[in-house]
């Protein structure tokens, strides 16, 4: 194995190594997507959009407003077209169509740009691919009306007499999501107590101490 190592060239050694790396984190997200670890991505901001893989609309009955969402999950955006799922899909594809370049005689500027352009299209697949899959699973708009009188439970303290937000999990429409909320308590909500969706003001969750 080690003889074999070094027989490698340090430009097979590097993308090699990319290869391993990758893959390995691919077959872990693989495996996690699998056994539903990796698919909570439903930290939003109240009045915005959801994260599920891609975004969704939260209706109101006049309005509605867009943002990105937060992730506390295994993927994260950084803009529209950087997920960690799509870099992992783009080095995939750049290594091992390198190293497969490289087999082929191309020198390595050639078989480094070749891989490039094979690592774009991976990525581009990938998001697309997850795109589908989310929007074909998707409910449609989520109505924010439709959490009032339901219960959750705080997971960021929410300042008393709507001073500062909070955030708190519940099910809206099904779908367990961690949202924005404020209360008109004189005093603060701590992490972990339950409380009540009163109402809705200006796309917000206003919540108070469940009984």
């Not at 060239?9 to 290869?19: K, P, T, V």
């Not at 495996?31 to 991505?41: A, E, I, S, Y």
């Not at 899959?133 to 339901?150: E, F, V």
């Amino acid at each position: 194995m080690e003889n074999w190592w070094v027989s490698l060239s340090g430009a097979e050694q590097f993308f090699l190594g990319i290869a391993v790396f990758f893959t390995t984190i691919f077959i872990c997200q693989t495996l996690m997507l699998l056994f539903g670890l990796g698919d909570h991505d439903s930290d939003i901001d109240s009045g915005h959009d959801f994260d599920h893989g891609v975004d969704h609309d939260i209706g109101d009955d006049s309005t509605s407003s867009e943002t990105d969402s937060d992730s506390e999950s295994h993927e994260f955006h950084i803009g529209q077209w950087f997920t960690v799922r799509s870099m992992v899909a783009f080095f995939l594809g750049f290594s091992w169509s390198a190293l497969g370049f490289l087999d082929l005689g191309y020198s390595t500027l050639v078989s480094t740009l070749l891989g490039i352009l094979v690592g774009i299209a991976m990525a581009s697949i990938m998001l697309f691919v997850f795109k589908t899959l989310s929007s074909l699973s998707s409910d449609g708009t989520i109505n924010l009306k439709n959490a009032i009188g339901t219960q959750g439970q705080v997971l960021i303290r929410i300042s008393a007499n709507k001073t500062k937000p909070g955030k708190i999990s519940l099910v809206i429409q099904g779908k367990l999501m961690d949202i924005d909320a404020i209360t008109t308590e004189t005093t603060d909500i701590v992490k972990g107590e339950n409380v009540r969706v009163d109402e809705i003001q200006n796309n917000q969750l206003i919540v108070s101490r469940a009984n």
